[in-house]
């Protein structure tokens, strides 16, 4: 069964950069799928954010690529986030989960949890 | 940006059909994938491709897609399918989620 489990700071001060990692198990990232992180503001719906496969090609939200970059960690089994000069609009809670039909028909098979990540000085 | 449209609520009664749409320009030509989320829950992927179902997922939830319009269609719906659902389509490299539609189940 795949899981997928998301870790990092609750608490992101103004201007820093928030990063968050998710741990895959019960598949290896390396051996395919594309892999990928979604917010969603509280009381608000889902943003897609980006996604990347194990070879390190990526997709971003045009709305946030300047501030966004998402790696691989193929020998932990983990990939990562990082979300640039934060605000308080950037207040939600991230998922990460597994996209599958990458190109034609993308789709999110299995998701985390999720992890609230708070901006505030 | 291409935007997906969702009516921000729909109520059916218990053992009825609901229907919840999702509007996008030329979104027939599209996949369009739906998923439900439950409060305090992540998001469960219920139908994708525009009609197949996912494993373990009930015959009851079917998808269509043509024109304009996908419809999330639930039959026979039951109280634990009340939650938010999001359709979600991939334009010009970007995934995109419709603004989600609470069923309410009364």
């Known amino acids: 069964q795949v899981q997928l489990q998301e870790s990092g700071p609750g608490l992101v001060k103004p201007s820093e950069t928030l990063s968050l990692t998710c741990t895959v198990s019960?598949?290896?990232?390396?051996?395919?799928?594309?892999w990928g992180w979604i917010r969603q503001p509280p009381g608000k719906g889902l943003e897609w954010i980006g996604s990347?496969?194990?070879?390190?090609?990526?997709y971003y939200n045009p709305s946030l690529k300047s501030r966004v970059s998402i790696s691989v960690h193929t020998s932990k089994n983990q990939f990562s986030l990082k979300l640039s000069s934060v605000t308080a609009a950037d207040t939600a809670v991230f998922f990460c989960?597994?996209?599958?039909?990458?190109?034609?028909?993308?789709?999110?098979?299995?998701w985390g949890q999720g992890a609230l990540v708070t901006v505030s000085s | 940006s291409y935007e997906l449209t969702q009516p921000p609520s729909v109520s059916v009664s218990p053992g009825q059909t609901a229907s919840i749409t999702c509007s996008g320009d030329k979104l027939g030509d599209k996949y369009a994938c739906w998923y439900h989320q439950k409060p305090g829950q992540s998001p469960v992927l219920v139908i994708y491709?525009?009609?197949k179902r996912p494993s373990g997922i009930p015959e009851r939830f079917s998808g269509s897609n043509s024109g304009n319009t996908a419809t999330l269609t639930i039959s026979g719906t039951q109280a634990m399918d009340e939650a938010v659902y999001y359709c979600q389509a991939w334009d010009s490299s970007t995934v995109v989620f419709g603004g989600g539609t609470k069923l309410t189940v009364l």
């Open positions: 989960a597994r996209g599958q039909g990458w190109v034609t028909a993308p789709t999110f098979d299995y």
């Open positions: 491709q525009n009609t």
């Open positions: 990347l496969y194990h070879s390190g090609t990526t």
């Open positions: 019960g598949y290896s990232i390396s051996s395919g799928y594309y």
